[in-house]
Every structure is written in C-alpha cells, then in structure tokens.
C-alpha cells in the first residue's frame, strides 16, 4: 500500500550487508570491488588515459554503501575519492573501515548528487535500479562537462529474469517490484545514455544466472522430499555446481545474462 512512499530508503540494506570484521571486510573489496576498479583502469587506459591521469582525478561513488569501492580506490592510490550514501548505517560502517576517507551521508535525490557535486568519473553500482525515476538523473548527466566519465551497473532482462518467471514459489532478485524499480535492456541503456549524452565506450557482460537456475532446481527438488532419488540427484547437482562458470560464460557472450557494467563518456 502507498508504494513507493511507505518504503524507507534508510532502511535494508545494512540488514543485506552485516557488519564485518576488518579481515572480512578486507577480503570482500579484494574479491568483489578491486576487479570493477582493474576493469575501469583497464579500459580508461586502452582508451589512451595514463596511470598517472586516473589517480589525480575526482572520483565520487554513488550509493558507496558500506565503502568497500572507495576503499578499492584508495588501496590503489587514488586520493581524491568521496562515497555518498543514503543509509546511515552503511555510512557508519564505511566510516569505521575508512576513517581517512569522505562518505557523506545523503538525504536528498541522486540527480541532486550529480548536481551538487563535481566529479571527474562518477561511479554507481547496483543503484540505479533502486530509484522510482531516472529521467532527471539522465537530465543532470547531460549538463556535465565534456568528458566526464560515468561508470554504472545494472541489472538487465535476461536469462536469470525468465527463470524468476518460471519458478514463482522461489525469490526473486530482479522481479520483486518494491527493492527494484526498474529493470534495464540493451536497447533502455543505449536510450538512457543517450538523453544523457554519453557514449558507451566499454562493457563488461557477466551475471548470476547459473547460480540461480542451480538454486531454483536445488530448492524445488529438496521441496518434493523424493527420498529413494536423492543420491542420483546429488551427484547430478554436484556435476551442475561443477561446471557454472562454464554455462555462465555461454550465457555471457550470447548477451543473456543478467547484469551490466557499463563504462560512458560525455560526447
């Protein structure tokens, strides 16, 4: 009732990602953000930035939850790096893991964060698709300078969608419609950077699919309890576990897979 007033945009995602131990903390940047900041060096450099270019530029996260990217950065050397987010807990958490770093905690739009704020590269991942109206986040990114950099991830229709579909009783993490206000395809994000007057000058296609069909088919099996079957149907799902990242990378390079980093640049 009353969505999407109801839902507080404070509260969640502290509950998602539990406080963590220094080590633990450590070990999910290493893992999960220091890759994104290797692609993003990667590509900026194929492109014809230096090394040297990247690390004095200003680099603000968008919704930088509980720090682990701006951390990335700063492991790297870049020195003018800022986290906003809008969960004060997350915001808490960044602070205690990075006390030489800014995480601002924001309690207005992500348009106005884009405009208040000037950014040589504006990164923002797994966000956008919390927000109920992207057309004025779109409209700010047009007026920022020429070359400015806007790197951003999303989840798109894809395979991992399709079996949401297919498996209703399972839940879903793209098709819930009340954490994620929007869904993206190909064709949405070469519109949106377009009003938003960047060209797309990388991707980098990997998703989740394989892990949720294999969670799908495990959960519906364990449901019908056939016990006389469950020995052949372990070394079956043990045999699918094996091969993921295989069916993953098939699924990737036909473009079916569920997520999206895109890296674009203001024309």
């Not at 945009?9 to 994104?36: H, M, N, V």
């Not at 950014?119 to 007026?143: G, K, Q, T, Y």
Request: glycine letters at 4%; aromatic letters at 10%; one cysteine or more.
């Amino acid at each position: 009732p009353n969505y999407p007033n109801d839902i507080s945009r404070e509260s969640g995602f502290d509950t998602i990602y539990p406080g963590l131990c220094a080590k633990e903390y450590e070990s999910r940047t290493i893992r999960i953000y220091k890759p994104k900041l290797n692609w993003l060096f990667n590509t900026l450099i194929n492109l014809g930035y230096t090394k040297k270019d990247l690390m004095n530029k200003k680099w603000i996260e968008i919704g930088s939850g509980a720090g682990n990217f701006i951390s990335a950065c700063a492991n790297k050397g870049i020195k003018d790096i800022v986290g906003i987010e809008v969960n004060q807990n997350l915001v808490s958490a960044s602070r205690e893991h990075n006390p030489q770093l800014n995480t601002i905690h924001w309690k207005s739009s992500c348009e106005a964060i884009i405009k208040e704020h000037e950014a040589d590269i504006l990164c923002s991942f797994f966000v956008l698709e919390h927000i109920n109206d992207l057309s004025p986040v779109w409209e700010e990114l047009s007026r920022k300078p020429k070359g400015s950099i806007f790197v951003f991830s999303v989840p798109v229709f894809g395979l991992s969608t399709i079996l949401e579909d297919a498996f209703p009783d399972q839940f879903a993490r793209n098709l819930d419609g009340v954490v994620h206000t929007q869904l993206f395809t190909d064709d949405s994000i070469e519109y949106a950077m377009k009003i938003a007057g960047h060209q797309i000058s990388s991707e980098w296609i990997f998703g989740q699919d394989t892990s949720d069909l294999v969670r799908f088919l495990t959960m519906k099996n364990k449901c019908k309890n056939i016990s006389s079957q469950e020995s052949r149907k372990n070394k079956t799902f043990n045999r699918i576990y094996a091969i993921q990242d295989e069916l993953q990378a098939v699924i990737d390079k036909n473009r079916l897979s569920d997520q999206r980093h895109i890296l674009a640049i203001k024309k």
